[in-house]
């Protein structure tokens, strides 16, 4: 073989060397931010499920005392018991 075939030889096999672990390490971190996107919706639902439950408390608290006392809107806009 030449030495002109070898050094095309070896350029192609570096490039593709090279080029196969530029796009593994690409995946790699293209995985790692998806997974990061995982955790962050994660964060996000479970954010969601507190506020819910506060929510839900809340509700049932006003339902308690809308049955203790009535409340009614003034005209100027003040809230007085009855």
């Known amino acids: 073989m030449s030495t002109a075939a070898k050094l095309t030889l070896a ?19 293209d995985q790692a931010a998806m997974h990061a996107g995982v955790i962050r919706d994660m964060e996000q ?15 049932q608290l006003e339902e308690q005392y809308r049955k ?9 806009g003040q809230v007085r018991a009855k």
């Open 11 to 29: 350029g192609t096999s570096l490039a593709t060397i090279g080029i196969v672990l530029f796009v593994h390490r690409q995946q790699k971190l």
């Open 45 to 59: 639902q479970r954010v969601k499920k507190e506020r819910m439950v506060d929510f839900e408390m809340q509700r």
């Open 68 to 76: 203790l006392q009535t409340v009614s809107d003034s005209t100027d």
